[in-house]
T-cell receptor, first 113, second 113 residues
Framework: DTAVSQTPKYLVTQMGNDKSIKCEQN?????MYWYKQDSKKFLKIMFS???????INETVPNRFSPKSPDKAHLNLHINSLELGDSAVYFC????????????FGQGTRLTVV | GQQLNQSPQSMFIQEGEDVSMNCTSS?????WLWYKQDPGEGPVLLIA?????ELTSNGRLTAQFGITRKDSFLNISASIPSDVGIYFC?????????????FGDGTTLTVKP
């Protein structure tokens, strides 16, 4: 059983397209996150949700829209994809917000061509 | 916002050598976490520290929570090839509304057999 699973693992798409990445956690955690890891391997938080409510939005372009249908799911929809969106996107969850131990998914490598 | 300085940025060592890396912050955290990321995977927790001055070991890994609560270090003894990867520190403020951990920029470790 994978604790935090995200799909797809790889995503190649053309500029201007709209795409979604799905994330599910079976740990019973209250808090879920989306992180972006760029080519320099820096991990930058994008969004944080606690019990389906958005608590952090780190100045991410509004082309990125997270959706949390329930506590166990946090999906990421991206409109009008740009070349600079190419990166690895990680979903994570933790028992509590404020920086508890986070469990990460395997990542989605997004390539925009 | 809070920032972490993680050093060194990269290390190239011989198998069997000891490794030391650290993180410093301009502000206080009440949690320090150390993660390792293998290629193609998400970060995985190595050690969690919850108390200033705490020294915790996990096999060949030892980490300490600095007494000022603004720094932490991770040591790896007798490195082996499978230690290769990116090591991230993260500072957190659990039981607050901070909403996230702050990650360092990572230390990339290469171990030569």
């Amino acid at each position: 059983d994978t604790a935090v699973s995200q799909t797809p693992k790889y995503l190649v798409t053309q500029m201007g397209n709209d795409k979604s990445i799905k994330c599910e956690q079976n740990l019973g955690h209250d808090t879920m996150y989306w992180y972006k890891q760029d080519s320099k391997k820096f991990l930058k938080i994008m969004f944080s949700y606690n019990n389906k409510e958005l608590i952090i939005n780190e100045t991410v372009p509004n082309r990125f829209s997270p959706k949390s249908p329930d506590k166990a799911h946090l999906n990421l929809h991206i409109n009008s994809l740009e070349l600079g969106d190419s990166a690895v996107y990680f979903c994570a969850s933790s028992l509590r917000d404020g920086g508890g131990v986070a469990f990460f998914g395997q990542g989605t490598r997004l390539t925009v061509v | 916002g809070q920032q972490l300085n993680q050093s060194p940025q990269s290390m190239f060592i011989q198998e069997g050598e000891d490794v030391s890396m650290n993180c410093t912050s301009s502000s206080i955290f009440n949690t320090w976490l150390w993660y390792k990321q293998d290629p193609g995977e998400g970060p995985v927790l190595l050690i969690a520290l919850y108390k200033a001055g705490e020294l915790t070991s996990n096999g060949r890994l030892t980490a300490q929570f600095g007494i000022t609560r603004k720094d932490s270090f991770l040591n790896i003894s007798a490195s082996i090839p499978s230690d290769v990867g990116i090591y991230f520190c993260a500072g957190g403020l659990i039981n607050t509304n901070a909403g996230k951990s702050t990650f360092g920029d990572g230390t990339t470790l290469t171990v030569k057999p």
